[in-house]
């Protein structure tokens, strides 16, 4: 027998969440069955509690509605001041979300869980608020009543026949850390009621009545205890799930859930919640577009995006799948899913229609053979709760933002029937021509054939009309009697009904093509799309150019301005600073995006967050954090709301996270390979510096303590010696330090260079007469032709660099060699070289020579760190100049470097011919 | 050295320096007052009333170039400035400001005291007179009547050319800046025209150095200015009078 182990997904899942929760403020509830029953003051007392242990506690919020008691027991605790939102002449008092995080109590309270924002808050709903609070650490008492949880919110319709609006995701009260019941038997609360000690909104009143009512309150205390206790139950499986003491195994339920643009959706979608709930399962909303579906009008599809949304807000995944055929689409999508339930609708069509032209449901019934289907009654009863129950739901989501309506799709629907009537006088004028030549079989034909015409052009409608009145047509001018409906031969009454239902079926069969040719062609321009835009990306070199690529194609694919924003050192999201470009969105909400940003959560139009603002911020989320925002303002929510479509601005974020990622991953390497460069370097200047250093150190150290304790018993020629030795040592080691320094300062890019203009001359003369005593045992030839041009360069680095020439050849050279010097011009560079007759240079290392710390020689007399001609080099590049070596005929190095020509050197005014002799 | 010991101030914050300077000029006759910082320096050579003065351009109280200032508001003793390398620009400000010279940091005994020769000399006898004549190397120039010989042949001067080489035979031995030789030879108004300076040097070399590209005469103080090299042998060490 297989040992049966725990899911590792399963655990790592739960770990992931243990640690989300550490993190996390703690959420209690106060749940009660209605209004009354005393949930404020128990949050209230549990604060006074918390704070007599010493816990900060404050109060965001807290409805006293006037009570004496509640009243005095909020008096202890601190209340946040309410922001004061001025609402169309009203003033609204609301929970200030960012006094309370400015503030960061360990604990705060606030009261009533489902209430709505006033429009222009951050978040359309107080729960949305209160999870941004626990986000920020804070823990949070809450109360909520059980008619405004979102998956009883039907029921308790259903029971008291009034519906709230106002409704808290149940995935908010699943996640609740604490969830404590406040009960009160349903005699006691209508007493409290009598004595007015609950809290009523006047105009309501009737409603209210109705809703206190003794059953009502005993169904609704029953549901919100059995609430508790589905809760508690579920608890006690994690527990055990924890603990690995099941005995049966979660059997890996998964419930997918059929909708349709109908108001059974929403029925649907709550009974699949329930169902998984009570299952402990996941569940899959999905939806399928026909092409019937898809010619559905803006409001409907609003309707499906509103459903879809309560799916996701209920916690069940959501899918739009796209096919011809729905029913096998479904299966298989059940099927890769690993669904082991189906939940659909009742079929509606009933009798000879479902007999005839077959049903879905049928269909699945018929093909899922592995799978549990769940059928949910669509009778009139059900629905007749429903009138105004859309609405409600639309409303209720209104802050979707969705309610512009598509114009124009009326203005184009009757000129496309005046097209099929239109085709089938055409139709009729020629079967006219063809009458009393042909058959009048064939001029059924041309009728099928207009039919057709107007199918593939023009729709189903008009197909259906044009059918109609083709066999209209046919009978009122062909068949006998001419120019009447009546038939005298009962068998072309065949002839209409074959022709009708022939139409009929051609005309549906060329739209569902003509459809499915629409979809693949969008399709395939989606795909287009997204390989343009990798493409794009991928061959971006940098974050600006991966920017400017997504914001062009996002511009393309969505219709609408976009905007890349990156946070600077600082984590404060900033605009880039690169021009802008067509597609650009130049008035994105930095505040938004900050928000965004430093909550990894999408805000803006038509989400939980600032709903106000303009246009949609999306958080770019790479794999170590979120690593930017990306603003859009599309010219329709829908294209970036719809299932299909979000999954596309999520596959587009994706790419871009992708290329923005390697993009830094290649600077990050680069970065780590420059920093080992920099260490090698690092390791090869200590190894040098010990070396140069304690060389002449050990000489000094070695000769002054000899003259020091032994210098009255040296003769005077050793005492000369040493001292000799000291200074020259010294002096080594002095030009040891002094390379050191430039180079460093040259590495630093501190260099100014300071150009004048020189005569090469003196350039050359100013550096022989440095090194004149330790030229004295090398014959120096200079070699300058008479006319050279003033050269304009840092009189004091060109020095610099033929100094540490002529110090390299005396270093290569044994002595008595000739080193020699010059220099030449033309019109673009003039050239600077010092040749020696040394050994010249190791053959294939000549461009190596002027890489820090190289040697000719690995260690050994030669000193000096190799520093020279790394600073003859970078000298000389300032200067605009180039540097080489070369090895000579007849042996020895040659070392030239050229500094260009840029500007024509000054003239001076020549002075007056008048010499001096005053004979 | 004879009569009374000439007396210098050093002021210099590095101990060991000033152990080494105090050292090697005690033993060469000279009397010396030590200073640690500018503003010490400043009272030390106010009452010790030195006859030269020598100042490190890196003192930690004070900017060198302000002690100099300061100095040259009551006295003209010369000044020898130190400075570390890669100093230019500071040097040749300590110089403008009134400095008679300067030596780079790590420096020789002898350089030092050769510069503190010349540096009393001028103090001594400030300027040149008019009727002397001047000779260093092969060079000879009859400053009364304007003429110049080298190898005891006449060498025919511009009178900018002149001008330039008797202002440097009239700072002898000390360095002279740009700036300093341009508002001399040229007037102030030349003073951002150094190529100018650096052409007629060229052309005097030519005229007066057997190697113009390794002079022997007309030195050149890289980044700074120029000297004139007073003492060549074989001819005297100092002016003919």
């Known amino acids: 027998m297989i040992e049966q182990r725990p899911d590792p997904d399963a655990l790592l899942a739960k770990l992931n969440l243990a640690e989300a929760r550490s993190r996390r403020g703690r959420l209690k509830i106060f749940f009660g069955a209605a209004a009354g029953v005393g949930k404020t003051y128990a949050m209230l007392s549990e604060g006074r509690e918390k704070r007599a242990e010493g816990t900060d506690v404050v109060i965001g919020v807290v409805e006293t509605h006037g009570r004496v008691e509640t009243l005095a027991l909020a008096e202890g605790l601190g209340a946040l001041p309410p922001r004061i939102i001025d609402y169309r002449g009203t003033q609204l008092r609301e929970f200030d979300l960012d006094a309370a995080l400015k503030r960061c109590p360990t604990l705060i309270l606030v009261d009533e869980l489902a209430h709505t924002n006033a429009e222009g808050s951050r978040h359309p709903k107080r729960w949305n608020d209160v999870e941004e609070l626990l986000d920020a650490g804070i823990d949070v008492y809450t109360t909520l009543n059980v008619q405004h949880l979102e998956s009883l919110n039907d029921i308790v319709g259903g029971i008291t026949q009034v519906r709230v609006w106002e409704t808290v995701p149940d995935t908010v009260f699943e996640h609740a850390d604490e969830v404590e019941i406040v009960d009160l038997p349903p005699d006691d609360l209508l007493e409290r009621l009598r004595e007015g000690k609950v809290y009523l909104p006047q105009q309501a009143e009737r409603a209210i009545e109705n809703f206190f009512r003794k059953g009502n309150l005993i169904a609704l205390r029953e549901l919100a205890l059995r609430r508790t206790a589905e809760r508690v139950d579920a608890q006690m499986r994690d527990y055990r799930d924890d603990k690995a003491i099941r ?45 019937r579906l898809q010619r559905l009008n803006a409001a409907a599809r609003d309707e499906l995006l509103a459903y879809l949304r309560l799916a996701e807000e209920l916690g069940a995944e959501t899918a739009t799948l796209s096919a011809q055929d729905m029913s096998a689409t479904i299966l298989e999508f059940a099927h890769r899913k690993n669904a082991t339930k189906i939940v659909l609708g009742k079929p509606t069509r009933t009798g000879w229609r479902r007999w005839l032209l077959g049903s879905i449901v049928d269909t699945i019934v018929r093909g899922a053979h592995d799978l549990d289907i769940y059928l949910l009654a669509t009778d009139k009863e059900a629905i007749a709760l429903q009138p105004g129950n859309l609405a409600l739901l639309t409303r209720s989501r209104a802050y979707l933002g969705l309610a512009e309506q598509e114009k124009g799709s009326a203005k184009t629907r009757y000129p496309r029937y005046l097209w099929g009537i239109g085709v089938t006088a055409l139709t009729t004028a020629i079967s006219a021509l063809m009458f009393g030549h042909f058959d009048l079989s064939n001029l059924v034909m041309v009728y099928l054939l207009g039919v057709v015409v107007v199918a593939a052009r023009f ?53 569902n093509l003509r459809s499915e040719a629409k979809v693949s062609a969008h399709r395939e321009r989606r795909a287009g ?43 404060r999201i900033r605009y880039p600073e690169s021009q802008s470009m067509q597609y650009s969105f130049h008035s994105a909400d930095l505040g938004v995006a900050q928000w965004v940003f430093d909550h990894a959560k999408p805000a803006g139009k038509g989400t939980d967050t600032l709903p106000g603002t303009e246009g949609v911020y999306f958080p770019i989320k790479g794999s170590s954090g979120v690593i930017g925002v990306l603003a859009l303002l599309p ?95 010294a002096r080594r080691m002095t030009r040891l330090a002094n390379n050191l320094l430039d180079m460093a300062r040259l590495e630093a890019g501190g260099v100014k260079l300071k150009r004048e203009w020189y005569p090469i001359e003196e350039i050359v003369g100013g550096v022989l007469t440095r090194l004149q005593t330790r030229l004295e045992n090398h014959p120096v030839k200079v070699n300058l032709p008479p006319g050279l041009p003033l050269v304009q360069v840092d009189a004091v680095m060109i020095e610099q660099v033929l100094e540490n020439l002529l110090e390299n050849a005396l270093k290569y050279t044994p002595g008595g060699t000739a080193i020699e010097v010059g220099a030449e011009a033309n019109s673009r560079e003039v050239a600077f070289w010092v040749a020696d007759r040394g050994p010249g240079l190791p053959p294939g290392k000549e461009d190596l020579l002027f890489e820090k710390f190289f040697r000719a020689t690995a260690e050994g007399a030669q000193s000096g760190v190799g520093l020279g001609l790394t600073i003859c080099r970078a000298i000389v590049t300032a200067h605009g100049g180039t540097i080489d070596a070369e090895n000579r005929e007849g042996g020895g190095a040659l070392f030239r470097f050229t500094i260009p020509v840029t500007e024509a050197p000054p003239q001076i005014v020549p002075e007056e011919e008048q010499l001096l002799a005053v004979k | 050295m004879s009569q009374t010991n000439p007396v210098i101030v050093v002021i210099e914050d590095d101990p060991q320096i000033r152990r080494f300077l105090r050292t090697g000029l005690h033993a060469h006759g000279f009397e010396i007052h030590e200073a640690e910082t500018g503003k010490h320096g400043l009272i030390v050579a106010g009452t010790r009333k030195p006859d030269l003065i020598i100042l490190d351009l890196g003192l930690p109280d004070m900017d060198g170039v302000d002690v100099i200032k300061k100095l040259r508001e009551w006295t003209s003793r010369p000044v020898i400035i130190l400075s570390a390398r890669n100093m230019e620009v500071d040097k040749v400000a300590a110089l403008d400001a009134g400095a008679d010279d300067y030596l780079t940091k790590p420096f020789g005994f002898d350089e030092l005291l050769a510069r503190i020769r010349v540096a009393l000399r001028h103090a001594v006898h400030p300027g040149l007179d008019t009727d002397s004549v001047f000779k260093s190397g092969s060079v000879r120039v009859d400053l009364t009547q304007r003429r110049v010989y080298r190898d005891e042949e006449e060498i025919h001067l511009t009178p900018i050319e002149y001008r330039l080489l008797t202002t440097l035979i009239k700072y002898s031995g000390k360095v002279l800046t740009h700036r300093q030789l341009l508002t001399e030879v040229w007037g102030p108004g030349y003073v951002e025209h150094s190529h100018y300076l650096r052409i007629y040097m060229g052309t005097l070399r030519h005229k007066l150095e057997a190697d113009p590209a390794r002079p022997k005469l007309l030195l050149t103080e890289t980044g700074t200015g120029y000297r004139l090299a007073a003492d060549i042998p074989p001819a005297a060490s100092a002016p003919v009078r």
């Not at chain 1, 343009?532 to 511009?555: D, N, Y």
């Not at chain 1, 219709?559 to 600077?568: A, K, T, Y």
Request: aromatic fraction near 8%.
């Open chain 1, 459 to 511: 729709g189903r409608g008009p197909s259906v009309l044009s059918s109609v009145l083709s066999v209209a047509a046919f009978d009122f001018f062909f068949v006998s009697p001419r120019f009447s409906f009546a038939v005298s031969d009962v068998q072309y009454l065949i002839t209409f009904a074959v022709m009708l239902l022939v139409g009929l079926i051609v005309g549906t069969l060329t739209v």
């Open chain 1, 529 to 571: 799309v997204l390989y343009a835009f990798t493409r794009a990306l991928g061959s971006a070199q940098t974050e600006e150019e991966i920017a400017r690529a997504a914001v062009k194609h996002i511009g393309d694919e969505f219709e609408g301005q976009s905007v890349i924003l990156f946070p600077d050192a600082e984590g």
């Open chain 1, 635 to 729: 010219v329709n929510l829908r294209r970036i709301f719809l299932p299909e479509q979000q999954r596309l601005v999520d596959t587009f974020i994706s790419q871009l996270v992708q290329a923005i990622e390697r993009v830094r991953l290649a600077k990050e390497a680069q970065t780590a390979r420059v920093n080992a460069e920099t260490e090698s370097l690092r390791n090869s200047l200590l190894a040098a510096i010990s070396h140069d250093f304690r060389t002449p150190l050990a000489s000094i150290v070695g000769a002054s303590s000899s003259l020091i304790d032994r210098g009255t018993t040296l003769s005077e020629d050793a005492r000369r010696d040493l001292s000799k030795t000291i200074y020259e040592e």
């Open chain 1, 247 to 291: 005995d049966i195994w979660r059997a890996g339920e998964r419930i997918l859930v059929c909708i349709g643009p109908n108001p059974i959706a929403e029925r649907l979608i709550r009974a699949g919640k329930r169902l998984a709930s009570s299952l402990h399962a996941d569940w899959i909303v999905a939806y399928v577009e026909s092409p």
